[in-house]
Structures are given as structure tokens and as C-alpha cells.
């Protein structure tokens, strides 16, 4: 079981580009997450999937959009990117609890 | 707004002793807690939940209490490994689907 997989591992992109981050997972669970984590501050939630067709805001939503494609994948776009989303991002599934995570993607913006 | 606070401050312990790690926090207390390991690099794995019934839950080297007098829950590694060095974050839900987690405390386990 390959568990969460997030692709890809590491991006640089320049201001103002745009990017859609993936994330797949295969354990059947019907919420799926992206949070991003900086130095301090721990997880934070941008957006979530409750069940597929759903999605809702969380706590940093600016700057970001998500589709949920199907049960397995959940995916994060930046339009515009900035420097203040320089972070690293964490995509997570979760049937009932516990979340699990993928290994997150490294996005540097310059 | 409800919070998550872990000691900031990184914990150095010699191998064999217990490590304990601290979880406060705030507003009502929560149905649940639970206490994910972070490697570096990687992504939080899962390791313990404890009920708001529970007080006090164990896993092999692992302790977890609940304290919802003092909204409080603190983390035990008993026998304490260099390989147990890692980042330790405590999480709780908020309502709905979502869940907060604290920063993080790290470990460091000495040989």
C-alpha cells in the first residue's frame, strides 16, 4: 500500500506562476486535506474534502484552490504564486480518524 | 478560537530515561487528542488517540494522558532510543472534518 502520495517532492517557481500540486491516496477513506507547515506554526489547514464532490475552506484559504477529482485524488492549485507560499505542503486522508499524511511537497516561490 | 500549544523549546534526555511532553490546550475540552510523530522530511505519522474518558492510554513505550481539569495532555516515552528522536505534534478537533495541531516539540534522545 502506497498509503498518500504527493507529487512532486520539490518545486521552484518564480512570482506569479501557477502550479497544481497532486495528491492521491489509496485507503478508500472519504476525507481527504492540504495543510502547509512553516517553521513555528505547525500544520495549517487550507482546504478539506469532507466525501467526493465537497470541498470547504480552512484556515488559510487565500491564494489557493483545490479539486477534489474523485475518491482518490485531491489536488491543490496556486494561481498566482507568491513568496509568502514558500512552505512545505502536507495532503492527508482520513476515514473516520486519524489522518495519514503524505510526505509533502517542497514549493520554494522566488 | 481554540488552541494548541506545545513547548516550543526542543527536549534533550539521555537514552533510557522517560521523555515527557507536554500539550495544552484551550477553550472546551475536546472528545479526543491525539499525538502524531514527525521525521524529518517526512510527513506526521499517527501514534496515539486518547478519549476524553480515557485519562490514560499506553502502546508499547508509549503513555498518554488526558487531563481535562487542567486541558492538558502529556506524552511519555518510557526506555527512551536515540531512534525516537524526532518532532512530536499533538492535535485536536475543532468541529466538522477539521482538526488543529500544535507546533510541535522536538526530541532529542542522547546515546
Known amino acids: 500500500n502506497a498509503g498518500v502520495t504527493q507529487t512532486p517532492k520539490f518545486q521552484v517557481l518564480k512570482t506569479g506562476q501557477s502550479m497544481t500540486l497532486q495528491c492521491a491516496q489509496d485507503m478508500n477513506h472519504n476525507s481527504m486535506y492540504w495543510y502547509r507547515q512553516d517553521p513555528g506554526m505547525g500544520l495549517r489547514l487550507i482546504y478539506y474534502s469532507a466525501s467526493e464532490g465537497t470541498t470547504d475552506k480552512g484556515e488559510v484559504p487565500n491564494g489557493y484552490n483545490v479539486s477534489r477529482l474523485n475518491k482518490r485524488e485531491f489536488s491543490l492549485r496556486l494561481e498566482s504564486a507568491a513568496p509568502s507560499q514558500t512552505s512545505v505542503y502536507f495532503c492527508?486522508?482520513?476515514?473516520?480518524?486519524?489522518?495519514?499524511f503524505g510526505d509533502g511537497t517542497r514549493l520554494s516561490i522566488l | 478560537s481554540q488552541k494548541i500549544e506545545q513547548n516550543s523549546e526542543a527536549l534533550n534526555i539521555q537514552e533510557g530515561k522517560t521523555a515527557t511532553l507536554t500539550c495544552n490546550y484551550t477553550n472546551y475540552s475536546p472528545a479526543y487528542l491525539q499525538w502524531y510523530r514527525q521525521d524529518p522530511g517526512r510527513g506526521p505519522v499517527f501514534l496515539l488517540l486518547i478519549r476524553e474518558n480515557e485519562k490514560e492510554k499506553r502502546k508499547e513505550r508509549l503513555k498518554v494522558t488526558f487531563d481535562t481539569t487542567l486541558k492538558q495532555s502529556l506524552f511519555h516515552i518510557t526506555a527512551s532510543q536515540p531512534a525516537d528522536s524526532a518532532t512530536y505534534l499533538c492535535a485536536r478537533p475543532t468541529g466538522g472534518f477539521k482538526t488543529i495541531f500544535g507546533a510541535g516539540t522536538r526530541l532529542f534522545v542522547k546515546a
Open positions: 492527508a486522508s482520513s476515514g473516520d480518524q486519524p489522518q495519514h
